[in-house]
C-alpha cells in the first residue's frame, strides 16, 4: 500500500479501502462464529461442559453482534447529508459500544452458570462425572481458529483506526482465553477435579467484564467527544510555527466524528492587516493542519487583531 494512502503510523486514510477492510474482517468473524456456536453448544450438551457450553452461548452471543455491527459498519460509510453534515462515521464508535456490551452480557451469563454450576457440585459431587475428551478437542481448534482471527482482526484494526474492529479483536482475545479455561476444566475433569470447570468459567466471566468496560469506556470518550488534547495542541503549534501573518493563537477546541476530528480556532493577526490579508492568514493555517493532521475532515479558523496592534 503506497504511503500517500496511509498516515505515518500505517492507517488507510482512503473511506473505501477502510470500510472495505472493515467490512471483511466483520464478515470472516461471523462466519467462524456461526461454526463454533453450533460446535461448541452441541458438544457442550453432550459432553456435560459447563465451561464448553457457556463459551458456545458467548460464540452464540457474538453471530447477534457481528450482524449488527455488520449493518452498523454499512451505516458508517454513508456520505454527508444535511442533517449529519459531517458524515456518519460515528456508528463506528457506537459498533464498538455493542460490542463492549454483548461482552458485559455475557460475562455476567457466564459467571452465573458457572457459580450454579459450582454449587450444584459442592450439593451433589456424585453427579458429576469426567468430561468427554471431545471438548479439549473443541476447545483446541477454538483456540487455533480465534488465534488465527485475533492476528489478522488486530492487523485490520491498526490499519483502519476502526474502534469497532479494535473492539472485534479484543473479543477475539477473550475467546481464545476461555477456550483456553475449557482445556484447563477438561483436563482436571480427567483426574477428577470436577470443580475446576465451573470455576474456569467464572474466572474467564470476569476477565471478559474487565475486558468490556474497557471497550465501553473507550468507544464511550470518542462519542463524547474526547480528543488527544495536550498531543494535539502541541502538534497544531509545531505545525503553525513561522507561518506567515500568524501572530499567535489565542484558542484551540476539537471534535471527534469517528476517527475523523473538526477543529475550530481562534488566531491573533496583526491589526494592520486588512480583512482580505487577514483571511490569508487564516486560509494558510486551514491549509496547514489539512495537510498535516490525520483524518482532520474541516477546520474552522476565526481572526482578529493582536491587542496592542
Known amino acids: 500500500m503506497s504511503m500517500e494512502t496511509t498516515t505515518s503510523e500505517g492507517v488507510v486514510k482512503d473511506s473505501a479501502a477502510r470500510s472495505k477492510l472493515s467490512s471483511r474482517a466483520i464478515n470472516i468473524a461471523l462466519i467462524a462464529n456461526i461454526l463454533l456456536a453450533l460446535l461448541k453448544t452441541i458438544v457442550g450438551v453432550f459432553t456435560h461442559s459447563a465451561a464448553l457450553l457457556a463459551d458456545g452461548i458467548n460464540s452464540a452471543s457474538d453471530v447477534v453482534y457481528n450482524v449488527t455491527i455488520a449493518i452498523l459498519i454499512r451505516a458508517s460509510v454513508k456520505p454527508a447529508d444535511d442533517e449529519h453534515p459531517y458524515g456518519h462515521s460515528q456508528f463506528e464508535s457506537i459498533g464498538a459500544l455493542v460490542i463492549g456490551a454483548f461482552i458485559a452480557t455475557a460475562a455476567f451469563t457466564i459467571f ?124 497544531i503549534h509545531t505545525l503553525l510555527h513561522e507561518t506567515p501573518g500568524l501572530e499567535g493563537i489565542e484558542t484551540i477546541q476539537a471534535h471527534r466524528f469517528g476517527q475523523y476530528l473538526v477543529i475550530n480556532m481562534n488566531i491573533f493577526v496583526s491589526g494592520d492587516l486588512s480583512v482580505h490579508e487577514g483571511h490569508q492568514v487564516a486560509e494558510e493555517v486551514e491549509k496547514r493542519l489539512l495537510q498535516g493532521v490525520d483524518f482532520l475532515k474541516a477546520v474552522h479558523v476565526h481572526y482578529h487583531p493582536k491587542p496592542g496592534t
Open 112 to 235: 452465573w452458570n458457572s457459580v450454579q454450576t459450582l454449587v450444584d457440585y459442592f450439593q451433589n459431587p456424585a453427579d458429576f462425572t469426567a468430561i468427554s475428551p471431545i471438548a479439549l478437542y473443541v476447545a483446541l481448534f477454538t483456540m487455533l481458529l480465534k488465534t488465527v482471527l485475533f492476528l489478522y482482526t488486530r492487523a485490520s484494526g491498526r490499519k483502519t483506526d476502526n474502534s469497532t474492529i479494535i473492539a472485534l479483536a479484543l473479543d477475539h482475545r477473550n475467546d481464545i482465553l476461555s477456550a483456553g479455561a475449557v482445556v484447563t476444566g477438561t483436563l482436571a475433569s480427567q483426574f477428577g477435579y470436577y470443580w475446576a470447570d465451573p470455576l474456569a468459567g467464572a474466572l474467564v466471566a470476569i476477565f471478559f467484564l474487565m475486558s468490556g468496560i474497557e471497550i465501553l469506556r473507550d468507544s464511550t470518550n470518542i462519542l463524547m467527544d474526547t480528543v488527544p488534547g495536550k498531543a494535539l495542541e502541541k502538534q
